[in-house]
C-alpha cells in the first residue's frame, strides 16, 4: 500500500514537471524568407526577444526578409530568450531608376531606397525644363548598377532669365527711382549718399548699372543720392541718434499681408521687421536715425512706402 502511494506521487510530480516545463519553453518556427515585421510579431507573441545579428546582400531573399537564424527552426528554448536574424539587403546589383522630370529631393528619396548616394550636381538653364527638374543622370535609367554607387545628376535652372536695357534714373526723386527699379523686374541694391550743391536735394546723382547697360532681371541697382553726408564708418543700429515712430497701416482685407521692412544709412543696411499681418492692423517701428536713414517698406514683396528720416 505503501508502495502504490509512493509510485502515484511520483508519476503526479513527473506530470507537473513536465507541465510547468512545457509552459517555460516554445519550439522555434521557421522564419527563412520571412518579413522581419510578422517575424517581430510572431516572436512577441511567443515571448522571445528578436535580434538582428547582421544583414548582406541575396539575390533570390527580397530586401528585409530573414537569410538566416539562431537557434535553428525546431528547437526548444526558453522563453525570454534572443532568436537573432541575418537581414536580406536585397540583390547587390539594382536596376537604376529613371529621375528625370524629378527635383534633387525627390531623387534623393529613391536614392535612400535604393541605397545608392547622389554624386556630382550640376545645374544650367533650359528653354524645356522647369526649374529644379532633373535633364539627366549618369549612370542612365534601366542600366543595372551595383548598390552603394553614386550617381551625378543635371539639373534644370529654368529658362535663362530675361534682359533689358538699364534705365536712366538721373536727377530722378530716391521714391522715384526706387519705383522705376522695382518696376524694371529689377532690385534695390546698396544707397550711398553725396553732396552737391548745384543739384536738387534727394534725387539721384549716380547709379550702377549706368544708364543703357543691359543688365538681367533681379539684378541688383546701387545708387548714389544727393544728401549731406552720413555716417563715417559707423553702426546705424549702436548710435547715439534719436528714434522715429513709424507707423504702416495695413489696408482692409481677406488675407494677411506679408510686411518687410528695411533701413539703409550709409553705416548700415538691413531688415527690422519681417511678417505676416493682419488686415486692417498697424505696423508701429522705431527707427533708429542718425543724420538720414531711408526706410523702404514692402508689402507683399511690393515697395509701397520710401520715408526719410533725419536727426
Same mark, same amino acid.
Given at each position: 500500500? /505503501?508502495?502504490?502511494? %509512493?509510485? $502515484?506521487?511520483?508519476?503526479?510530480?513527473?506530470?507537473?514537471?513536465?507541465?510547468?516545463?512545457?509552459?517555460?519553453?516554445?519550439?522555434?518556427?521557421?522564419?527563412?524568407?520571412?518579413?522581419?515585421?510578422?517575424?517581430?510579431?510572431?516572436?512577441?507573441?511567443?515571448?522571445?526577444?528578436?535580434?538582428?545579428?547582421?544583414?548582406?546582400? =541575396?539575390?533570390?531573399?527580397?530586401?528585409?526578409?530573414?537569410?538566416?537564424?539562431?537557434?535553428?527552426?525546431? $528547437?526548444?528554448?526558453?522563453?525570454?530568450?534572443?532568436?537573432?536574424?541575418?537581414?536580406?539587403?536585397?540583390?547587390?546589383? +539594382?536596376?537604376?531608376?529613371?529621375?528625370?522630370? %524629378?527635383?534633387?529631393?525627390?531623387?534623393?528619396?529613391?536614392?535612400?531606397?535604393?541605397?545608392?548616394?547622389?554624386?556630382?550636381?550640376?545645374?544650367?538653364? !533650359?528653354?524645356?525644363?522647369?526649374?529644379?527638374?532633373?535633364? $539627366?543622370?549618369?549612370?542612365?535609367?534601366?542600366?543595372? +548598377?551595383?548598390?552603394?554607387?553614386? *550617381? !551625378?545628376?543635371?539639373?534644370?535652372?529654368?529658362?535663362?532669365?530675361?534682359?533689358?536695357?538699364?534705365? !536712366?534714373?538721373?536727377?530722378?526723386?530716391?521714391?522715384?527711382?526706387?519705383?522705376?527699379?522695382? =518696376? =524694371?523686374?529689377?532690385?534695390?541694391?546698396?544707397? $550711398?549718399?553725396?553732396? #552737391?550743391?548745384?543739384?536738387?536735394?534727394?534725387?539721384?546723382?549716380?547709379?550702377?548699372?549706368? #544708364?543703357?547697360?543691359?543688365?538681367? +532681371?533681379?539684378?541688383?541697382?546701387?545708387?548714389?543720392?544727393?544728401?549731406?553726408?552720413?555716417?563715417?564708418? /559707423?553702426?546705424?543700429?549702436? =548710435?547715439?541718434?534719436?528714434?522715429?515712430?513709424?507707423?504702416?497701416?495695413?489696408?482692409?482685407?481677406?488675407?494677411?499681408?506679408?510686411?518687410? +521692412?528695411?533701413?539703409?544709412?550709409?553705416?548700415?543696411? /538691413?531688415?527690422?521687421?519681417?511678417?505676416?499681418?493682419?488686415?486692417?492692423?498697424?505696423?508701429? %517701428?522705431?527707427?533708429? *536715425?542718425?543724420?538720414?536713414?531711408?526706410?523702404?517698406?514692402?508689402?507683399?514683396?511690393?515697395?509701397? %512706402?520710401?520715408?526719410?528720416?533725419?536727426?
Amino acid at each position: 500500500m /505503501g508502495l502504490f502511494i %509512493l509510485l $502515484a506521487g511520483l508519476s503526479a510530480y513527473l506530470t507537473l514537471s513536465l507541465v510547468i516545463q512545457s509552459e517555460d519553453s516554445v519550439i522555434v518556427p521557421n522564419f527563412d524568407g520571412k518579413d522581419v515585421v510578422y517575424v517581430l510579431e510572431v516572436l512577441t507573441e511567443l515571448g522571445l526577444n528578436t535580434k538582428v545579428q547582421g544583414s548582406d546582400y =541575396s539575390e533570390t531573399i527580397p530586401k528585409n526578409h530573414v537569410i538566416d537564424q539562431t537557434p535553428r527552426p525546431g $528547437a526548444e528554448i526558453k522563453k525570454g530568450r534572443d532568436v537573432k536574424f541575418i537581414i536580406s539587403k536585397g540583390p547587390k546589383s +539594382v536596376l537604376m531608376p529613371n529621375l528625370i522630370g %524629378l527635383s534633387p529631393p525627390q531623387a534623393r528619396i529613391i536614392f535612400e531606397e535604393n541605397d545608392l548616394c547622389q554624386g556630382n550636381l550640376a545645374r544650367i538653364h !533650359d528653354e524645356r525644363i522647369p526649374n529644379e527638374n532633373v535633364i $539627366a543622370q549618369v549612370p542612365g535609367s534601366g542600366r543595372m +548598377v551595383q548598390r552603394g554607387q553614386c *550617381v !551625378d545628376l543635371l539639373v534644370s535652372l529654368g529658362p535663362r532669365p530675361g534682359a533689358s536695357k538699364m534705365p !536712366d534714373l538721373d536727377g530722378l526723386s530716391l521714391e522715384d527711382a526706387l519705383l522705376t527699379i522695382e =518696376s =524694371s523686374n529689377l532690385i534695390n541694391g546698396q544707397i $550711398a549718399t553725396a553732396n #552737391q550743391k548745384k543739384r536738387p536735394r534727394n534725387v539721384i546723382l549716380e547709379q550702377q548699372p549706368l #544708364q543703357g547697360h543691359r543688365v538681367i +532681371v533681379k539684378s541688383p541697382v546701387n545708387l548714389v543720392v544727393n544728401r549731406k553726408n552720413g555716417i563715417q564708418n /559707423g553702426d546705424l543700429l549702436r =548710435s547715439v541718434g534719436r528714434g522715429r515712430l513709424l507707423r504702416y497701416q495695413i489696408p482692409p482685407g481677406l488675407l494677411k499681408r506679408h510686411i518687410r +521692412v528695411t533701413i539703409q544709412s550709409k553705416g548700415y543696411s /538691413g531688415e527690422i521687421f519681417d511678417d505676416f499681418v493682419k488686415p486692417g492692423q498697424d505696423v508701429w %517701428l522705431i527707427i533708429p *536715425v542718425v543724420q538720414e536713414t531711408i526706410v523702404l517698406v514692402h508689402e507683399d514683396d511690393k515697395l509701397t %512706402l520710401t520715408k526719410v528720416f533725419e536727426d
